[in-house]
């Protein structure tokens, strides 16, 4: 058995791992297909099997789908079984609704089953943080944004980081004119037609400027 488990062990190769720097650090984490490729590779594809023991959302705070998984394994004809609990936060549309509760869910199977592996060794040496976890979702996330959407959102926080206190609540009473009492946008919610609506009235504000009427303009 520790032969195996030596092998399960085995740090994986760089080009599989997937890397990124937050706050100075540098945190690392192996995707799904890798584990469950080294799980096939180490212990056979008959030696394995997974069992999804519960999956739902969180009842303390629903943007999160949470979900135990049960490993089960055989190694030198002993079963040995390993749980998991992992989670998914739940990406939403423009409106407001989930962009799909079932991907999510996989998601969160994916990474308790990760868990799992983990405790028979898979990935163990790279001590997975709750800080890489969040990152993981956090990539994610940050894929699935628009381009577009992602330069108007640098170039509004820009501009409103130059806000002083009252020119932000001027700001804030705009947009809930504008939008008609919408919750303010966020970077995975946001249009780029609200982002440039927003930018170019913390531009006027951030200049003192008032509006001048097309009328008074042309006398």
């Given at each position: 058995m520790?032969d195996?488990?030596a092998?399960?062990?085995?740090?994986?190769?760089?080009?599989?791992e997937?890397?990124?720097k937050?706050g100075?650090?540098?945190?690392t984490?192996i995707?799904?297909s890798e584990?469950i490729?080294?799980?096939?590779?180490?212990?056979?594809?008959?030696?394995?099997?997974?069992?999804?023991?519960?999956?739902?959302?969180d009842?303390?705070?629903?943007e999160w789908?949470?979900a135990?998984?049960?490993?089960t394994?055989?190694?030198?004809?002993n079963?040995?079984y390993?749980?998991?609990?992992?989670g998914?936060k739940?990406k939403r549309?423009?409106?407001?609704?989930?962009?799909d509760l079932?991907d999510e869910?996989?998601?969160?199977?994916?990474?308790s089953?990760k868990k799992a592996?983990?405790?028979?060794?898979?990935?163990?040496y790279?001590?997975r943080?709750?800080?890489?976890?969040?990152?993981?979702q956090?990539?994610?996330e940050?894929?699935?944004?628009?381009?577009a959407?992602?330069?108007?959102?640098e170039?509004f926080t820009?501009?409103v980081s130059?806000l002083n206190a009252?020119?932000k609540?001027?700001?804030?009473?705009?947009?809930?004119?504008?939008?008609g009492?919408?919750h303010?946008?966020?970077?995975?919610?946001?249009?780029v037609?609200?982002?440039?609506?927003?930018?170019?009235e913390a531009?006027?504000?951030?200049?003192?400027?008032?509006?001048?009427?097309d009328d008074?303009?042309?006398e």
């Amino acid at each position: 058995m520790s032969d195996i488990l030596a092998q399960l062990s085995e740090p994986f190769p760089r080009e599989v791992e997937r890397s990124m720097k937050k706050g100075g650090t540098s945190l690392t984490y192996i995707p799904i297909s890798e584990v469950i490729t080294r799980l096939n590779t180490v212990l056979g594809i008959e030696n394995w099997s997974y069992e999804v023991r519960d999956c739902h959302r969180d009842a303390l705070d629903p943007e999160w789908v949470i979900a135990h998984v049960r490993l089960t394994v055989v190694i030198d004809s002993n079963v040995v079984y390993k749980d998991g609990f992992g989670g998914q936060k739940i990406k939403r549309m423009k409106n407001g609704d989930p962009v799909d509760l079932g991907d999510e869910m996989k998601g969160a199977v994916s990474d308790s089953l990760k868990k799992a592996a983990q405790a028979l060794g898979v990935g163990l040496y790279l001590a997975r943080s709750d800080e890489s976890l969040q990152l993981e979702q956090e990539i994610a996330e940050e894929e699935a944004i628009d381009p577009a959407v992602k330069a108007a959102w640098e170039s509004f926080t820009s501009v409103v980081s130059s806000l002083n206190a009252d020119q932000k609540a001027k700001l804030n009473e705009f947009w809930m004119e504008f939008s008609g009492n919408r919750h303010k946008p966020q970077q995975d919610t946001a249009t780029v037609a609200d982002l440039t609506a927003l930018s170019e009235e913390a531009i006027r504000l951030s200049f003192n400027a008032e509006y001048v009427d097309d009328d008074d303009s042309n006398e």
